[in-house]
């Protein structure tokens, strides 16, 4: 029983994971339907940024707290650069958009090899983060998982706030579903384009803050994670934040399932094996956007 | 631009990516044919020796540092003459991960530079990509890490450790501080499971139980279920023979969990002191690592060494075990090839048995029949500063056994 309830949390934060790397690039990809490849080197930005501070702020604590805005802020800004000096260029072209951002992210890989070196580096976490609440019946509940878990869902609940409450949200659905008829109704949309990126981006900078406390920081992390966070985005339906929610916690549970009863690759097979079929009865994913765009 | 479309795009992308990784793994053999045997040039007054190790991709983090000592091994030899008076010219080509670029790179320092012996390869996987083309051009290979064992060829040279230097003293050591049960977590590929098949035959004959087998796919950073279950295993101790990143995800994993050195110790066989660096001390505190060398391993070679490797890279830089056995190839070469007084392979490999030399690890001795080294096992704990201090030692060089023959529980294993 103990092992159920372990292996359902485990599920869980598997999901809170995918969900807080896959929620930058539900707005980038599912909102502006561009394909960024290099969104993993941003999540690897705010992974090194975490590690920078560290070397000036001792307290893991406090460093931590500083990293999750100034990670925000650095990874959206390298997010804009790219979107200003590339994407906008290329908002007709998906494929080249592809290509040249996957270019982007070898660069920043290399970037970061030259800067930090090949080698991981590491980050201390703070004292209370490594530890863990101890359940009635044996069952522990790691607290870093449970901050990753806060901070996905505070996200997820700042992003929905945001996209339905303020002008800005309103502005970037009204992009989303009608380009041409916002653009007529007075809508700057390449002002609209480039704060949805600093938003996604900038998600993708806080995620990598939340991943130094799970797993390495080095310059390929960002290459594991960008396969993951595209499944996600591509399953919950493009245009949606709430498709994304719920296959980032369904992928995750089923994937911790998967492993306790056979075996982590077996499992990444169950996965894909899952989504093929999933996208095979729906291949518009969980929800689509009902627009009466023409495009 | 229809959302399809873009989707459509995508699954190119990931076809892509995809692609890039699986050349990673691929193989091919290299087999032209016919050529017996190139001989190395030796006519002007310098050598060409090969270095081959991955500059570039995944391996290049562990592989760069094994380059670095062999260039110092190489530096101190002409500093003090060179090899039978002429000096070491290295000539250096990138693996690049790669394991197809690895035979190629081979036949070419053999062929197009015609150099005495290569030193390098780090993976099993590059090692079995290059060893039909060292036999098949007679050449020497002078191979500087750990492995699974269960291998001897003619025309390498294995200065790590085999299974019999490594994984049973890390067992021997296990039982010999009462673990009866052991949990083993893996990579999932080649080495792992070979190990893993050893240590289960140890097992079973030495009265331990194994309570569980898992296998992370290369690179797999989600570790919340495998530690599940290793921590309702109950088990005593947990061998581990994770690669690369994973051993991050698992070590933080580990100590969220509520899992402790104390509780429940890890024993690895391959984090050495470059990747505890990278873990993070806080997660690897009080852990045990199985090797033959650390950078604390007392002994005048050993200050001589790590100071000199420190003066050229920098004082913050760490020695490890597999920077040391490559270190110790390129001199082992050396004393061969005086003491054939030749640099011919054929001559060299018949010279080589029961050479010698001072290692920093201490004294190694070169076995010509299985053309490994005797080298002495240590067990050692990782401290708060980063570095491994030894807790244990076998007291002597372990012969090398790479089939584990005088093994009688491994009859059935090869």
Redesign the interface.
Known sequence: M??LF??LF?GI??GA?LLLIALGLALT?GQM?V?N?AHGEFIMAGAYTTYVLQQSITGAGLSLAVALPVAFVVAGTMGVLLEVLLIRRL??R??DT?LVT?GVSLILQQLARDIFG????????PEL????V?LPGGL?I????LFILALALAAVAALTLALRLTPLGRRIRAVVQNRDLAAVSGIATSRVDRTTFFLGSGLAGLAGVALT????I?P??G??L??DA?LVV?VGG??QLKGSVIVAFALGVL??TG??LT???V??VIVFVAIVAFLQWR??GLFTLRTRSL? | ???????R??A???T??AAAAMTACGSKTTDEGGATGVTADVSGDTVKVGLLNSLSG?M??SE?TVRDSIMLAVEEINAAGGVLGKKIQPVGEDGASDWPTFAEKAEKLISEDRVAAVFGCWTSASRKAVKPVFEKNKALLFYPVQYEGLEQSPYIFYTGATTNQQIVPGLDYLKSQGAKSVYLVGS?YVFPRTANKIIKAYATANGMTVLGE????L????F???V??VK?SGADAVFNTLNG?SN??FF??Y????LSAAAMPVVSVSIAE?EV????T??LEGQLTAWNYYQTTPGAANSKFVAAYKAKYGADKPTSDPMEAAYVGVHLWKAMVEKAGAFDVEKVRSASDGITFDAPEGLVTVDGKTQHIAKTARIGKIGADGLITEVWNSGKPVAPDPYLKTYPWASGLS
């Open positions: 103990t092992v372990g292996q485990t934060s598997i994971v990809f339907n394909i490849m908002y007709a998906p494929l592809l996957w090949s080698p991981n580096v590491q980050t201390r976490a983060l490594t530890g863990n101890a522990t790691a607290n870093n998982r406390l799970l797993g390495p080095g390929t992390m290459t594991n960008i396969i595209f591509v493009i245009g994937q911790a492993e306790y075996t982590l690759s499992a990444k291949p518009q495009a | 631009m229809s959302l399809f479309r873009g989707r795009i995508l190119g992308a990931m892509l990516v995944t290049a983090i760069v999932d898992d296998y992370a796919p690179g797999s950073t989600e919340g279920t495998i599940n279950k309702s990143d991050v995800a933080k994993e100590k969220s969990a509520g470059e660096k990278g873990i993070g806080q997660y």
